[in-house]
């Protein structure tokens, strides 16, 4: 697995001796920040680690994912994320240090609902872990706005033309999550369990950009 | 598929596997991840507002498109960490300065410092 959160993690260099002069990188800028507020006593080192395990390992769209075969399994349930994931949420007791609320929007055959944060990057990290790299770049957060079908085209999901496309806006107060519908060679769904039914649901099928049952 | 399991495990493919695996990186180098964990850790313990440092980080990706109208070089995390130090040096919390002169210190260490370890890299 690539250690992408290894902690104190350092720049390396195949150059040797003292190198004066050098402007600090991303990674020693960050290295100082954390090792300020460390000395400081506003973090520690363990309650970062362990933050960052959190969102990334232990929540991930592990959680969505159980949230949307959930909904699949259980109508009732479903009704309840769709009118109140918030509640849902709080049951789950996934720690989120968000304030907003979470909406749950449903893809139906008639409406395709697809997420993006035009301002910058707001993101239902509690139920998705970590925004993808697409996600934040600003040609998708101004082109799934405006021509909504030809960006899902190129991401791989043709939207039938007669299938509605909603466009969700993440802000400061809401973030959403797209409720995916199941894959058609699913086949009977109790014939499942949470665990395989999480299984295809990815988190581009939550952000709206996949259908589920897709990589 | 084995029985429910109480914590979420980490998948390494598949459609539930973390943001890293499940399409393409989220995350691209180490700093990132632990820039993202102190902003975290910051906003838990309160001693950032959240809502402050998204604004932060809303103003600064628009100043820098602004004034980088076509785009190119645009990096989401360094916007992260222009924010994350502008918030906290208003809050008073650290000055911008003192960081840049501990990160050249840090930049000054001579290069192979953190391979130290008697165990590693014995070849050469």
Redesign the interface.
């Known amino acids: 697995m690539t250690d992408v959160f290894g902690a104190g993690a350092t720049e390396a260099s195949a150059a040797t001796g003292v190198t004066p002069g050098r402007p600090p990188t991303n990674a020693q800028r960050t290295e100082a920040l954390e090792s300020l507020l460390v000395e400081r006593g506003y973090v520690t080192t363990a309650e970062i680690d362990r933050l960052v395990e959190h969102f990334l390992d232990d929540l991930g769209p592990m959680v969505g994912s159980r949230i949307v075969a959930q909904a699949w399994l259980d109508p009732a349930y479903k009704q309840r994320l769709l009118t109140d994931a918030d509640a849902v949420l709080a049951e789950l007791d996934v720690g989120s240090t968000q304030t907003e609320h979470l909406v749950v929007v449903e893809n139906t055959p008639e409406v395709h609902n697809v997420v993006v944060c035009t301002l910058c990057s707001c993101y239902p990290w509690s139920v998705l872990g970590l925004p993808p790299a697409w996600y934040k770049d600003p040609a998708y957060r101004s082109r799934i706005v405006r021509e909504p079908r030809a960006v899902l085209a190129e991401m791989g999901t043709e939207v039938d033309e007669g299938t509605e496309i909603r466009v969700w806006d993440s802000s400061a107060e809401v973030r959403y999550l797209v409720l995916p519908m199941p894959p058609d060679d699913v086949g009977e769904l109790h014939d499942r369990t949470i665990d395989e039914l999480a299984q295809l649901v990815g988190r581009d099928a939550m952000i709206g950009v996949a259908p589920a049952g897709t990589r | ?1 084995t029985a ?1 399991q109480a ?6 493919h ?7 695996r ?17 902003t ?6 309160g ?1 950032v507002d ?2 402050r440092f ?2 932060q ?2 103003a600064e ?2 100043l820098w ?1 602004a004034e980088h109208p076509n ?1 190119g070089g ?1 990096s ?3 916007r992260w ?1 222009a924010a ?2 502008a918030v ?1 040096e208003r809050a008073a ?2 000055d911008v300065a ?3 002169a ?14 130290a370890h008697p165990h590693q890299h014995v070849a050469r």
Do not use: K
Not at chain 2, 102 to 114: Q, T, V
């Open positions: 598929m429910p914590e979420p495990v980490l998948d390494s598949g459609p539930a596997a973390p943001p890293r499940n399409g393409e990186l989220a995350l691209d180098e180490p700093w990132q991840g632990r820039l993202f964990g102190v975290m850790a910051l906003c838990r313990s001693a959240h809502e998204r604004q980080l809303i990706i628009a498109e785009g645009y989401y995390w360094d960490q994350l130090e906290l919390i650290l003192t960081l840049t501990l990160a050249a210190e840090l930049a000054a260490r001579p290069a192979g410092h953190d391979h």
